[in-house]
Each structure stands twice: as structure tokens, then as C-alpha cells.
């Protein structure tokens, strides 16, 4: 059974940093990563990372948000840095496995916020 537990978010003021992390268990992942769903907005992907392979970012945060994964100990973080009132939203893990089948995470609020 697929099982993730994400950590991190928070307040942070415009311009700061924040960091996610997401440790999955129960399987291995082809791709893990994070998305987003702003009020009133739809869900997002906000960085992925698939298993060996290059990384994908979304356009407005490229150059501020870093994500990276540890294969050894299935977790996925995300390092966010540049924080803007934008970037504000409810973030998930998300992972899915060899054969294809996606798991959420229970979602993490970020509020950029002076």
C-alpha cells in the first residue's frame, strides 16, 4: 500500500524560503513531484522529477524552486526560495508508480503573506 507524508509549508513573508518534503513508501516511483492548487484555481504542476531523468518545472517558478528526490529513501523535496504572494496555494505530492498509477499526498497549505 502506497503511502505518502509530506511536511514543511507555512506563513512566509514575500520573499522568503520555504522547503516541502515528501517521504512515499510501499512501492517505487517512476515520477515524484509537486503540485498546486491556488484559491479558486485549478490543481498545477509545479515541479516533477521522474526516476533517473530530467527534471520539469512550471515557467513561473523556475530559477526560484529546486526540487530533488532521493531514490534510497523514496522522499521528494522542494526548495522554495523568492517566495511571492502568487506562489500562495495548497501544495501535494504527488508519485506514481512503475506501472502507472498516481497517489496524492494530503496537501500542505503555503501562504505567502506580509
Known amino acids: 500500500q502506497v503511502q505518502l507524508v509530506e511536511s514543511g509549508g507555512g506563513l512566509v513573508q514575500p520573499g522568503g524560503s520555504l522547503r516541502l518534503s515528501c517521504a512515499a513508501s510501499g512501492s517505487i516511483f517512476s515520477i515524484m513531484g509537486w503540485y498546486r492548487q491556488g484559491p479558486g484555481k485549478r490543481r498545477e504542476l509545479v515541479a516533477a522529477?521522474?526516476?533517473?531523468?530530467?527534471?520539469n518545472y512550471a515557467d513561473s517558478v523556475k530559477g526560484r524552486f529546486t526540487i530533488s528526490r532521493d531514490n534510497a529513501k523514496n522522499t521528494v523535496s522542494l526548495q522554495m526560495n523568492s517566495l511571492k504572494a502568487e506562489d500562495t496555494a495548497v501544495y501535494y505530492c504527488?508519485?506514481?508508480?512503475?506501472?502507472?498509477?498516481?497517489?496524492w499526498g494530503q496537501g500542505t497549505q503555503v501562504t505567502v503573506s506580509s
Open positions: 522529477v521522474p526516476r533517473g531523468g530530467i527534471t
Open positions: 504527488n508519485v506514481r508508480t512503475m506501472m502507472g498509477v498516481d497517489y
